[in-house]
C-alpha cells in the first residue's frame, strides 16, 4: 500500500475512529487502526469487539483532492504511535509506505519515520447487517434524547444492564430510559414514518453512546439506524458505528414512577438551579451531597444544605404553585443538578409521594420528560 494524503484529512479520521479503541485490550491488534485502500478512497477502522467505528475518506470531497493512491493494500497500525506521528508532522501532505511485511514507512516534508505494522488479515471483520429494516432519526433529536437520560445510567458493573440506555420504539413512539437504582431519568418523542417498527429491550452500552454523541454532527442530518439480534448500526454519512446490545432483560420501571402525588410544586427553573447549585458547594465538601427540602408557612421553599465544616447555606425561594401536604424531603444534590440541567422550560414541576418516596422531578406542561429521585432517610 502506498498514498499521499492531506494531513488534516487523516487527522480528522484517525480521531473519530480512535474512539473504539480501548486500553484494556490485551490483544494488540485491538489496539491498532486498520487502513485499507479502495478505488473509493482510505477506509479507516478501528475495534474493541463491543463498539466499532469505520470512517471512509473518499479520494475527493467538496472539489477537493483528498489523497492520491499509487498501489492498493492494507495495514494495521498501533493508534498509540499513529495518532501522535500524525499530530506532529510537519508538512500538510503525509505519505504512508507499507511493504509486505507490514513494515510502514511514514514521510512528511523532511521528516521520516518507520513503524511496524500488523496483518489486516487478524483484525476483526464487521459484522454485515441486514439493512431492509432502517429507522431514520436526526441529529439533533438523537442528541437531545441522549443528553436527557445519560447522566442516570450505572456506572458499576454489578448490574451490567444498567450501564445501559434502554430503548424502546412503538406506535412512532421512541422512548429512551435509564437508571442506576437511585435515580431514573425517562425521555420520549415522536419518530414519524415508522409506524411499522418495533424495538423492545434494545439497551445500549452509555459509555459508547457518549461516544457516539462526540460523532454526531452540529447540524440537523439524518442519521441511518440498523438494529440486529446483538447489535446496532448508526451510519452518520462516511462514518459507520458500530455497537453491541447489553445482554439481559431491563427491569420494568414504570411500576415505580408515581402517577399521583401528595403533594405539588411548580418553581422558576433558573431560580431553584441557582438555589440548589449554592446548596451542593456546601454539601459536597461533606462526600454526601445531601440538601433537605422544606415548605414554610409563609409559603417559600427553603433549601438548606447538610451542615459541613465550612458550614451550613440556606435560603428561601418563591413558589409559583403548591397543592397538598407541607413537606419536608432530603436528596443527593448531585443527582438533582444532572437532572435539571436537561430541562429547558422556564418552569418546572416537583411531585411528592411522601418522605421516603421517589421524587418526579419535570419541565411543567412537558409530558415527554421526567426524571426520578429517591430521598435520603436523614436524623435531622
Known amino acids: 500500500m502506498k498514498l499521499t494524503i492531506y494531513k488534516d484529512v487523516l487527522n480528522e479520521a484517525i480521531q473519530q475512529v480512535s474512539r473504539a479503541i480501548s486500553n484494556r485490550s490485551t490483544n494488540p491488534i485491538l489496539k491498532g487502526i486498520w487502513l485499507q485502500t479502495s478505488d473509493e478512497g482510505l477506509i479507516l477502522t478501528a475495534s474493541d469487539t463491543d463498539l466499532s467505528i469505520r470512517v471512509i475518506v473518499p479520494l475527493e470531497a467538496n472539489n477537493k483532492v483528498n489523497m492520491t493512491i499509487e498501489r492498493q493494500g492494507g495495514v494495521v497500525l498501533t493508534a498509540k504511535f499513529f495518532v501522535d506521528i500524525v499530530k506532529k508532522m510537519p508538512a500538510n501532505q503525509i505519505t504512508i509506505d507499507t511493504n509486505e511485511q507490514f513494515l510502514t514507512l511514514i514521510q512528511s516534508g523532511k521528516a521520516e519515520l518507520q513503524i511496524m505494522g500488523l496483518d489486516p488479515e487478524e483484525f476483526p471483520v464487521l459484522t454485515t447487517l441486514d439493512e431492509n429494516q432502517i429507522i431514520q432519526v436526526t441529529s ?225 406542561n412537558d409530558v415527554n420528560l421526567l426524571h426520578l429521585i429517591l430521598p435520603y432517610r436523614t436524623t435531622n
Request: hydrophobic share 40%.
Open 140 to 364: 439533533e433529536m438523537l442528541k437531545a434524547q441522549i443528553k436527557r437520560t445519560l447522566f442516570a445510567v450505572s456506572t458499576t458493573e454489578s448490574t451490567p444492564i444498567l450501564t445501559g440506555i434502554l430503548w424502546s420504539l412503538q406506535n412512532n413512539q421512541l422512548k429512551f430510559v435509564a437508571t442506576d437504582r437511585h435515580r431514573l431519568s425517562q425521555s420520549e418523542t415522536i419518530l414519524a414514518g415508522n409506524e411499522h417498527v418495533e424495538l423492545k429491550n434494545v439497551v445500549i452500552s452509555g459509555q459508547n453512546l457518549n461516544e457516539l454523541l462526540k460523532l454526531l454532527p452540529d447540524q440537523n442530518t439524518l442519521i441511518d439506524m440498523v438494529v440486529a439480534e446483538n447489535q446496532i448500526l448508526f451510519r452518520l454519512g462516511r462514518i459507520s458505528f458500530f455497537t453491541r446490545l447489553l445482554d439481559g432483560q431491563y427491569p420494568d420501571t414504570s411500576k415505580i414512577i408515581p402517577q399521583q402525588f401528595k403533594s405539588e410544586l411548580v418553581v422558576d427553573t433558573k431560580s431553584f438551579i441557582d438555589a440548589i447549585d449554592r446548596a451542593y458547594l456546601l454539601s459536597r465538601e461533606e462526600k454526601t451531597n445531601i440538601v433537605r427540602l422544606q415548605t414554610l408557612s409563609d409559603g417559600t421553599l427553603e433549601i438548606a444544605s447538610s451542615l459541613s465544616d465550612l458550614g451550613k447555606m440556606t435560603e428561601q425561594i418563591e413558589i409559583v404553585r403548591f397543592e397538598g401536604e407541607q413537606l419536608k424531603i432530603s436528596f443527593n444534590s448531585k443527582y438533582m443538578l444532572d437532572a435539571l440541567k436537561t430541562i429547558e422550560s422556564e418552569q418546572l414541576l416537583i411531585g411528592f409521594t411522601g418522605a421516603m418516596s421517589p421524587i418526579i422531578v419535570k419541565p411543567l
